[in-house]
């Protein structure tokens, strides 16, 4: 079946670093690929997202490019702010079924 | 536009007893899911509405869980008896059609420790 991987966390960065957390899947067809973020004490809200091969989501500063090659939809930012601590959910969308498959998330902590 | 809510936010019960959780989506979601958060894991499908039918519930024990939804708008999602593994948070979710990535929006969820 369908899967999301991502990778584990928690990943602990300095203000103004650089973050990326890996994210991988597994599915047969053309999914639609999610970022989804959850700040404390809130719910899942989407980041970005991207529908095929080569698109690149963005928001927030936050960048995703789907590689279909290697499977993977990676996320980035240049420069973090403390405010993005929080939870970061990798998922895709299978419109057969519509079907929203998650990966496990990757706790970020942004330290002043 | 007013968001997905549920209730209640937090429930504390012992094992054996039962639980409900309620949902109401984004009025005019055709879509509806339920899923499963423990504790450091990504959320996990239980059941999934399309108007007021089954769509998937192949993960939902369904000795123990059940859900419906009523006039294809509001869902109640109930456990009996409860076990201990079953603490978790419940998150409800609608989109507003079937397609190509549709975003779904979730409520804040329902905390559920089981004791």
């Known amino acids: 079946g369908d899967s999301v991987t991502q990778m584990e966390g928690p990943v602990t960065l300095s203000e103004e670093a650089f973050l990326t957390i890996n994210c991988t899947y597994t599915?047969?067809?053309?999914?639609?690929l999610f970022w989804y973020v959850q700040y404390p004490g809130e719910g899942l809200q989407l980041l970005l997202k991207?529908?095929?091969?080569?698109d690149k989501g963005s928001n927030k500063g936050f960048e995703a490019t789907y590689r279909k090659e290697t499977t993977s939809f990676h996320l980035e930012k240049g420069s973090v702010q403390v405010s993005d601590s929080a939870v970061y959910f990798c998922?895709?969308?299978?419109?057969?079924?519509?079907?929203?498959?998650f990966g496990g998330g990757t706790r970020v902590l942004v330290k002043p | 536009e007013a968001g997905v809510a549920q209730s209640p936010r937090y429930k504390i019960i012992e094992k054996r007893q039962s639980v409900a959780f309620w949902c109401n989506p984004i009025s005019g979601h055709a879509t509806l899911y339920w899923y499963q958060q423990i504790l450091g894991q990504g959320p996990k499908l239980l059941i999934q509405?399309?108007?007021?039918?089954?769509?998937?519930d192949s993960q939902l024990p369904k000795d123990r869980f059940s859900a419906e939804r009523l006039k294809g708008v509001d869902s109640t999602l109930k456990i009996q008896p409860a076990k201990l593994e079953d603490s978790a948070v419940y998150l409800c979710?609608?989109?507003?059609?079937?397609?190509?990535?549709?975003?779904?929006?979730f409520g804040q969820g329902t905390r559920l420790t089981v004791v």
């Open positions: 599915a047969t067809g053309y999914p639609s």
């Open positions: 509405f399309q108007n007021n039918g089954v769509v998937d």
């Open positions: 998922a895709l969308h299978k419109a057969a079924g519509n079907k929203l498959t």
């Open positions: 979710a609608s989109s507003f059609q079937p397609g190509k990535a549709p975003e779904a929006f």
């Open positions: 991207a529908t095929k091969a080569d």
